[in-house]
């Protein structure tokens, strides 16, 4: 049957309703955003154009110290697609193998995503609380006692004791992913090279990780936006501090809309996380692109 | 891990037979590393479940990772009734609820008009959808926030539903053209010559067969907006209105030296996730795969 052109106008109404969502919350606001960038700005009272000046004084300034709170999600961002992705990529490796208790494994390390970032926070204060804290608890019935800190409360440690349980809680979500990859390879192939003499190891490496490549870019990808836009968890666990030790951008931009009334400047660091986050996404895809 | 390092330093140039040898002992190796990580995954949310049950002194000294030895319902009583629990409870049932309709009416509705309507600009409309699943919610909040305020719409639960249905609709529309994909299109046009116009079509015969996909973006709606933060702090401030995660930082600030409220609080808002996870694994964790690895 020949295929005709729907009219127009019902296509439009089965298009509406997302329409709206879509341009409404999304699209206008993003342009709204990068408007405000340019104001100087109470939010209430009159604005005033500025030019570039709050893009300016946001890579110079010291007292914003937006470079320092880059810098740290930076570090996150590392961490994740270095200590977390390997990880992931291991139990994905071992639990695609059709190993007994598979299932299992795999239902109790994904738990931890489903649970809310502040109850996970909430829970990770209790852990590293200097007193009561079971960590420290822990440290000083081993007779560690030397070891014992506080946590998030010293400049040295807390971005680690705050990267720590993104770590608990997201090791499970790319594992899922990367498993759902690994079981997608065709059993033929491996039996093949299992019958050509092949070990797990040489298997795995040359031809389940080249097979699931797209999947390991989409991990690197979202370790990394997840890192730049990281909030929840910092927001539960120190808020920034101390000392600005654990700011990140999102936590920085909280700051400069309600506590100090910057629009502007607030506007500023949310197009700065929007094109970070683009340019690391095409960045990543031209880097996998260029393996090939 | 451990299996994976100890299987490529023997590949090089070892014979068959003694790579077997060596797996039997990676094989352990494997478990031991498989066990302990459950541990780690299972410790903490066994500690949250008995802290939820017991007073300050066994917490505090006495018996900090047993079972509770007085099984302390009372602090659930006092986090629910004093520490608000059971309202927050409520409004986070009712914006996910909502912010589930509206997302799937919408994105069923676009997937149709993009996937099985002929028009010019279908692809083009579906790259712009998809735009949504880079763009972070930090992009909105000043533009909404400022709007919410100018139309007096900050402290309701429409603050919240309409943000979260938008931002939602981009992995929706993602999940549903995959599961829409599958419906064979002879069907469409059995029904046309039928004489069902393309209103008829949708209702009739694609919605009823979406039942899959719908709760596939069930869930994974549900989740986003059961566990949002940033949005719910910022939009709604009143206490009758908070969502679970605002309630929670709320309630832990009013009970910030006792630790048993806080702990029934958290397990409050976390029990019926892991509920429902117990009986619906498979299909959880598909939803999650759904979405990431079409994109």
Known sequence: ?292 | MAEKTSASSFSLDSGKYEIQKTSKVGQVLVYIGLAIWTFVNLFPIYWMFTFSLKDNKEIFGENVAGLPKHWLWSNYTRALNTGHMLVYFKNSIIVAVATILITLIAALMATYAITRLTWKGSKAMNGFFMLGLTIPIHASIVPIYVQLSKMHMLNSYWALIVPYAAFSLAMAILICTGFMGDIPKDLDEAARIDGCGIWGIFFKIIVPLMRPALATIGIYTFLQCWNELMFANIFNSKDELKTLPVGIQALSGQYTTDWGPIGAALVVATFPTLLVYVFLSKKIQESFIAGAVKG
């Not at chain 1, 239902?107 to 209790?126: A, D, E, H, R």
């Not at chain 1, 990394?224 to 920085?252: M, Q, W």
């Not at chain 1, 996404?281 to 880097?287: D, Q, T």
């Open chain 1, 1 to 292: 049957m020949k295929k005709k052109v729907t009219n127009g106008l019902n296509v439009f109404a089965f298009l509406l309703p997302a329409l709206l969502l879509f341009v409404g919350v999304l699209i206008a606001p993003i342009i709204l955003s990068g408007y405000y960038s340019f104001f100087d700005w109470n939010g209430f009272g009159a604005k005033t154009f500025i030019g570039i000046s709050n893009y300016k004084e946001l890579f110079t300034s010291n007292a914003i110290g937006f470079l320092k709170a880059l810098r740290n999600s930076l570090l996150l961002a590392f961490l994740s697609v270095f200590i977390q992705l390997p990880m992931s990529l291991g139990l994905a490796l071992i639990l695609g193998r059709n190993i007994k208790g598979e299932r299992g494994f795999l239902s109790v390390y994904f738990m931890p995503v489903l649970i809310s970032t502040v109850v996970i926070g909430q829970l990770w204060l209790k852990i590293y609380n200097p007193s009561y804290g079971i960590l420290n608890v822990t440290l000083t019935k081993l007779g560690l006692e030397s070891l014992t800190r506080t946590w998030l409360g010293t400049k040295e440690t807390a971005l680690w004791a705050c990267f720590v349980p993104t770590l608990w809680q997201y090791v499970g979500y790319h594992m899922l992913l990367l498993y759902a990859g690994v079981k997608s390879v065709s059993p033929e192939l491996r039996e093949a090279a299992k019958i050509d003499g092949a070990t797990n190891g040489q298997i795995n490496r040359y031809i389940v990780i080249p097979g699931i490549k797209p999947i390991i870019r989409v991990s690197v990808i979202f370790a990394i936006t997840g890192s730049l836009k990281s909030f929840d968890l910092i927001y539960v666990l120190t808020n920034g501090g101390p000392l600005h030790a654990t700011e990140v951008p999102s936590t920085l931009m909280i700051n400069m809309l309600f506590l100090r009334n910057r629009y502007g400047m607030g506007s500023t660091i949310a197009v700065m996380l929007i094109i970070l986050c683009f340019a690391f996404a095409l960045l990543i895809n031209k880097i996998f692109k260029e393996d090939k």
